[in-house]
């Protein structure tokens, strides 16, 4: 009887000791994979077992639930077990303690609620093709989604050099900041992103609601040029390489950098700043 019952648990899908609501959609081949995955990786905190171990405690710790969808959702993907360890320990290497950025964020315009425990700092160029796509994405979270109340998020200009009017639109974009209408104009800047080109800067301060005439002005003024250099040499201080860049709560962050990845890892600090550490 009792070698029945041995066998019967064998025969059990994997997914049944998963507990979460992604990993229990997988069958088959990709119900295998992430098996495979959750039993030889561990978490990097509040357990010391494989995550799949970890996952049978009651209660459930919050970081390895978060932990186990990640893989569930990347086998969903399609992603090969290789890819998902390596973004493991990257987003490992992201969300344990470590020293902190020197980032100065005065004058610059925020979204989401100030008394918000965690915050964003991303460091982008106004020409930049994916910080056109994820960072609207994250406004959206931080402004009236998930996010909201969780996060606070600022923006550094970081023009690079390989992206055809980096200069311009950095100045652009940092003219927008002085004029109080830095978010509206980034929106709508990457809203219309493959449409640019240089003679729509001002066409576009005006649908942002700024004067034309005095966003020219500003754009050609150089306190402003001196405000997108000296935002640039700190993103190299801060070994800022590439677009986008982000630090949460002070820690560069070096993990994938897709919106469910981003999404996910902002509410891991939120638990972690707020103690929960345990899911109900």
């Given at each position: ?5 041995a ?17 229990d ?15 030889s ?7 010391d077992?494989?995550?799949?171990e ?5 209660p ?22 290789a890819k998902?360890?390596?973004?493991l320990s ?7 303690p ?15 609620d ?32 998930v996010?909201k109340?969780?996060v606070?998020?600022?923006?550094k ?17 940092m003219?927008?900041v ?12 990457y809203?219309?992103?493959d449409?640019f080109c ?10 942002a609601?700024m ?6 002005k ?5 306190g402003?040029r ?7 040499k ?7 390489e ?6 949460i ?12 990845e981003?999404?996910d890892v902002?509410e ?13």
């Amino acid at each position: 009887m009792h070698r029945l019952l041995a066998i019967l648990v064998l025969l059990l899908p994997a997914g049944s000791y998963a507990q979460t609501p992604t990993c229990d959609k997988l069958d088959g081949e990709q119900n295998k994979l992430a098996q495979e995955i959750l039993s030889s990786q561990h978490p990097y905190d509040c357990c010391d077992d494989t995550i799949l171990e970890c996952l049978k405690e009651k209660p459930v710790c919050a970081l390895v639930w978060r932990l186990a969808e990640n893989v569930c959702r990347r086998v969903l993907d399609k992603e090969d077990q290789a890819k998902i360890t390596r973004g493991l320990s990257r987003r490992a290497r992201s969300m344990m303690p470590g020293k902190q950025a020197e980032i100065d964020l005065e004058g610059l315009p925020m979204i989401g609620d100030p008394k918000s425990p965690v915050t964003l700092v991303e460091y982008a160029c106004a020409r930049c093709p994916y910080c056109s796509k994820i960072t609207p994405k994250l406004h959206e979270a931080i402004t009236d989604g998930v996010l909201k109340g969780k996060v606070k998020m600022y923006f550094k200009i970081f023009p690079i050099r390989g992206h055809p009017y980096s200069k311009e639109t950095g100045l652009g974009f940092m003219a927008a900041v002085e004029m109080g209408r830095f978010w509206e104009f980034l929106l709508l800047s990457y809203q219309r992103f493959d449409v640019f080109c240089v003679d729509k800067q001002l066409e576009w301060a005006e649908d942002a609601g700024m004067a034309p005439e005095a966003f020219k002005k500003l754009v050609s003024d150089p306190g402003i040029r001196k405000r997108v250099v000296a935002s640039k040499k700190e993103g190299i201080v801060n070994k800022v390489e590439a677009t986008p860049t982000f630090f949460i709560n002070g820690r560069k962050f070096y993990g994938d950098m897709n919106p469910d990845e981003m999404l996910d890892v902002l509410e891991e600090e939120y638990e972690r700043v707020k103690g929960i550490e345990y899911r109900k």
